[in-house]
């Protein structure tokens, strides 16, 4: 059975550190993208990046290029998703995706919400 | 960028009825369309994928049509469980979802 678990909530202050994260099970981790998507309090989805497990290739929305890292780490089956300075506008829930073949995303995690505030 | 605009933003409907979402592109995507259901507090599900085909497992009364750029997702007789959220989501250049649907009990 395919999962994606991610880690669980977290409280931080504006300007830390932040590292969440997506473990993949069930399939083959390295043959398939993965993809995190913010949503904001009662708004809707917005695609962040994705990252190819099999050669660590990553991609940016243009809103968020620059903003957070996206990584994967192969001998864990594990996929990031890294703030280095957090602004309260980052408080949002995100999920992580895995990308079939042309662009759906078939299976998703429960999510891990973040939440900034001083 | 593609944008992709939904309408209606709310739709209020009844057990039973018959509804309609539609999702336009900016731009030409063929059929490169995916419609999610998400629940509050959830991750979205994949419903219908290259615009009409059927997720393994989703209920046959959810059905997508449309290529270019207009599409509409139909459920033919709602359900309970099918008061929810959805989006479309494009994925011809890069990847852009629909501001959403709710579709709620009359």
């Known amino acids: 059975e395919v999962q994606l678990v991610q880690s669980g909530a977290e409280v931080k202050k504006p300007g830390e550190s932040l590292k969440i994260s997506c473990k993949a099970s069930?399939?083959?981790?390295?043959?398939?993208?993965i993809y995190w998507v913010r949503q904001k309090p009662g708004k809707g989805l917005e695609w962040m990046g994705i990252?190819?497990?099999?050669?660590?290739?990553?991609r940016y929305s243009p809103s968020f290029q620059g903003q957070v890292t996206i990584s994967a780490d192969r001998s864990n089956s594990t996929a990031y998703l890294q703030w280095n300075n957090l602004k309260a506008s980052d408080t949002a829930m995100y999920f992580c995706?895995?990308?079939?073949?042309?662009?759906?995303?078939?299976?998703w995690g429960q999510g891990t919400l973040v939440s900034v505030s001083s | 960028d593609i944008q992709m605009t939904q309408s209606p933003s709310t739709l209020s409907a009844s057990i039973g009825d018959r509804v309609t979402i539609t999702c336009r592109a900016s731009?030409?995507?063929?059929?490169?369309l995916a419609w999610y259901q998400q629940k509050p507090g959830k991750a979205p599900n994949l419903l219908i994928y290259d615009a009409s085909y059927l997720e393994s497992g989703v209920p046959s009364r959810f059905s997508g049509s449309g290529s270019g750029t207009e599409f509409t997702l139909t459920i033919s007789s709602l359900q309970p469980d099918d008061f929810a959220t959805y989006y479309c989501q494009q994925y011809h250049t890069l990847y852009t979802f629909g501001q959403g649907t709710k579709l709620e009990i009359k």
């Open positions: 069930g399939y083959s981790f390295t043959s398939y993208w």
């Open positions: 731009q030409s995507i063929s059929s490169w």
């Open positions: 990252v190819y497990p099999g050669d660590s290739d990553s």
């Open positions: 995706a895995r990308q079939r073949t042309t662009g759906v995303f078939d299976y």
